[in-house]
C-alpha cells in the first residue's frame, strides 16, 4: 500500500505530538516532517513534498496563509489543509485564496480529519460546513472588487468537474495524472481541458492557471 506523506505544522507541540499519534494509527498514513512555524514549514516541503500538509494559521515567525501562499509556489503538489481553532472570514478566504485546498476546525472529530486528507490527497476540496457560507460571502467580495478593476465573470461558468481539473493543471499534474485524481479517463480530461481553455479565453495550459487565479476560481 503506498502511503499518504503527510507534513504537520503547528507552534503547539503538545498539539502536534496528539496528531502525530492519531494520525498514525492510519495504515496509509506516514508522518514526514514537522515544524512549528511557517517559515520552517517552507523549507521543508521542499525538502520532503509531502502529499498531504496539515497547516496552522497563527503562528510566530511566518504565519500559516503566507506559508501556504509560498509552499503553492515552491511545491505545487502538495495540498495543504488549514487545521485551526479560528474562523474568521478574512481568515478563511485569505487561507483559501492563497492556495489551501481545505479548511478545517480543531474541534472536528478524528474520523473527519482522517476522510479530509484522503480527499485533499485526491484534490478535493474540505470545508467544514460551518465555514462553507463565509467562504461564499467572501468569494462574493472578491468578485465584486475585481469587478471594479474591470474583471468580469466568465460568461459561460466552469463546471464543478472543470475546476477540479483546473486545479489539478495548476498544480502542473498531466492529463494522465488528472485522469487518475479525478477516476475519469485520459480523454475525458483532454475534453474537459478543451472546455476549460475555451471558457477562460486562453491559449495554453499556463495562460488558463493564470488567469483562473486572476479571477479566483483555483
Same mark, same amino acid.
Given at each position: ?97 492563497? #492556495?489551501? %485546498? !481545505?479548511? =478545517?476546525?480543531?474541534?472536528?472529530? /478524528?474520523? &473527519?480529519?482522517? +476522510? ?81 481553455? #475555451?471558457? %477562460? !479565453?486562453? =491559449?495554453?495550459?499556463?495562460?488558463? /492557471?493564470? &488567469?483562473?487565479? +486572476?479571477?479566483?476560481?483555483?
Amino acid at each position: 500500500m503506498k502511503k499518504l506523506r503527510l507534513m504537520l505544522v503547528d507552534d503547539q507541540s503538545l498539539f502536534r505530538e496528539a496528531l502525530r499519534t492519531l494520525l498514525s494509527l492510519q495504515p496509509d498514513f506516514e508522518i514526514v516532517a514537522e515544524a512549528e512555524n511557517g517559515e520552517r514549514a517552507i523549507a521543508l516541503a521542499k525538502t520532503h513534498k509531502p502529499d498531504v500538509i496539515l497547516m496552522d494559521l497563527r503562528m510566530p515567525v511566518l504565519g500559516g496563509v503566507e506559508a501556504t501562499r509560498r509552499i503553492m509556489a515552491t511545491a505545487p503538489g502538495s495540498r495543504v489543509v488549514v487545521l485551526t481553532t479560528f474562523e474568521e472570514d478574512e481568515e478563511i478566504f485569505d487561507a483559501l485564496q492563497a #492556495g489551501a %485546498l !481545505g479548511y =478545517l476546525l480543531k474541534a472536528c472529530s /478524528a474520523d &473527519k480529519l482522517c +476522510e479530509s486528507v484522503r480527499a485533499a490527497a485526491k484534490g478535493t476540496s474540505v470545508l467544514e460546513p460551518s465555514v462553507a457560507a463565509r467562504m461564499m460571502a467572501g468569494l462574493g467580495r472578491l468578485t465584486a472588487r475585481e469587478g471594479r478593476k474591470g474583471i468580469q465573470p466568465l460568461a459561460d461558468p466552469l463546471s464543478e468537474r472543470e475546476i477540479d481539473v483546473l486545479r489539478h493543471l495548476a498544480a502542473g499534474h498531466s492529463n494522465k495524472e488528472i485522469g487518475g485524481a479525478l477516476g475519469i479517463t485520459e480523454g475525458t480530461v483532454k475534453n474537459h481541458m478543451t472546455n476549460v481553455l #475555451g471558457k %477562460l !479565453g486562453a =491559449l495554453d495550459r499556463t495562460q488558463a /492557471a493564470l &488567469k483562473a487565479r +486572476e479571477l479566483g476560481l483555483i
